[in-house]
């Protein structure tokens, strides 16, 4: 009998307040099949000690987080950035996910040039897409709301991600489909069908909008079911499109960090099947 948590998967975010084993052996108890990994508690861990837990554990690695943050002029920073992320493509090779989103970084100081910025983001692509295709790593390229385009990610909506992401193979570079973060755009369900086309829906994320916002912003991704999105809607969209892979749920919440970690894990469980399966 189904449990509808075949396509759940946790996004380690959501309860940075477990360690990794107590996630792993929350998601064991709890029947969730799939994690979202981040570098920082990974690397904490140890890439292969962590990669050695969840495969014992018979967890799917859906996806790590994060690489990106490729908009620097100065060639010191570039380097330095390409070099984080060849890391993080090894950390996700090793650590058996096929998909590390990408984050892609705001205007360096100083600049206001948007569009420079998106085409360094393509010519690092272009350096990492060939080297993640080698060793079974696709990057996902995360459009971000737009109220992070000056410090954070310039790239703020699925038409521009995929303008970047088309310029190289499908399995070296596709997209990142955020609720959080497109649910506003009226052109998304016609980019997600552009996207599916493609094949370049690489993973698929839930969290709700919420308000008021809190401030600081960053943490107010809502729990499924508090705020304005409709979560079936939008995985009619990627189903349509063809996509049928994981559904991961990553929020940034101080209210859910807040609480005991495996009791928002049960609570996202039972939150993913009430507002994205039945």
């Given at each position: 009998?189904?449990?509808?948590?075949?396509?759940?998967?946790?996004?380690?975010?959501?309860?940075?307040?477990?360690?990794?084993?107590?996630?792993?052996?929350?998601?064991?108890?709890?029947?969730?099949?799939?994690?979202?990994?981040?570098?920082?508690?990974?690397?904490?861990?140890?890439?292969?000690?962590?990669?050695?837990?969840?495969?014992?554990?018979?967890?799917?690695?859906?996806?790590?987080?994060?690489?990106?943050?490729?908009?620097?002029?100065?060639?010191?920073?570039?380097?330095?950035?390409?070099?984080?992320?060849?890391?993080?493509?090894?950390?996700?090779?090793?650590?058996?996910?096929?998909?590390?989103?990408?984050?892609?970084?705001?205007?360096?100081?100083?600049?206001?040039?948007?569009?420079?910025?998106?085409?360094?983001?393509?010519?690092?692509?272009?350096?990492?897409?060939?080297?993640?295709?080698?060793?079974?790593?696709?990057?996902?390229?995360?459009?971000?709301?737009?109220?992070?385009?000056?410090?954070?990610?310039?790239?703020?909506?699925?038409?521009q991600a995929l303008d970047l992401a088309e310029r190289f193979p499908a399995d070296q570079v596709g997209v990142t489909v955020d609720t959080y973060h497109i649910w506003w755009d009226d052109t998304a369900p016609e980019q997600i069908a552009r996207a599916g086309a493609g094949g370049r829906i690489h993973t698929f994320q839930l969290a709700d909008w919420t308000t008021p916002l809190p401030e600081g912003v960053l943490n107010g991704r809502g729990q499924i079911g508090d705020g304005s999105i409709d979560m079936r809607e939008w995985?009619?969209?990627?189903?349509?499109?063809?996509?049928?892979?994981?559904?991961?749920?990553?929020?940034?919440?101080?209210?859910?960090?807040?609480?005991?970690?495996?009791?928002?894990?049960?609570?996202?469980?039972?939150?993913?099947?009430?507002?994205?399966?039945?």
């Amino acid at each position: 009998m189904s449990t509808g948590l075949e396509r759940f998967s946790i996004n380690q975010m959501t309860v940075k307040q477990l360690s990794l084993p107590e996630l792993v052996d929350s998601c064991m108890e709890l029947g969730v099949p799939g994690v979202g990994l981040w570098r920082e508690p990974v690397r904490a861990y140890g890439v292969e000690a962590a990669a050695r837990l969840v495969r014992d554990a018979g967890l799917t690695v859906t996806t790590l987080c994060r690489g990106g943050f490729l908009t620097a002029i100065d060639p010191v920073e570039r380097a330095e950035a390409l070099g984080d992320n060849h890391a993080a493509i090894d950390e996700a090779a090793a650590l058996g996910t096929d998909t590390l989103v990408l984050v892609s970084g705001g205007l360096p100081a100083g600049s206001k040039d948007l569009r420079g910025a998106r085409e360094r983001i393509a010519d690092a692509l272009a350096v990492l897409g060939p080297y993640a295709a080698e060793r079974g790593v696709r990057l996902a390229i995360e459009p971000l709301h737009p109220m992070y385009a000056a410090d954070r990610c310039v790239v703020s909506t699925l038409a521009q991600a995929l303008d970047l992401a088309e310029r190289f193979p499908a399995d070296q570079v596709g997209v990142t489909v955020d609720t959080y973060h497109i649910w506003w755009d009226d052109t998304a369900p016609e980019q997600i069908a552009r996207a599916g086309a493609g094949g370049r829906i690489h993973t698929f994320q839930l969290a709700d909008w919420t308000t008021p916002l809190p401030e600081g912003v960053l943490n107010g991704r809502g729990q499924i079911g508090d705020g304005s999105i409709d979560m079936r809607e939008w995985k009619r969209y990627v189903e349509t499109a063809g996509y049928t892979g994981a559904i991961e749920v990553e929020l940034f919440n101080d209210e859910l960090w807040a609480r005991g970690g495996r009791e928002v894990l049960a609570e996202t469980a039972e939150r993913f099947v009430e507002h994205a399966i039945r």
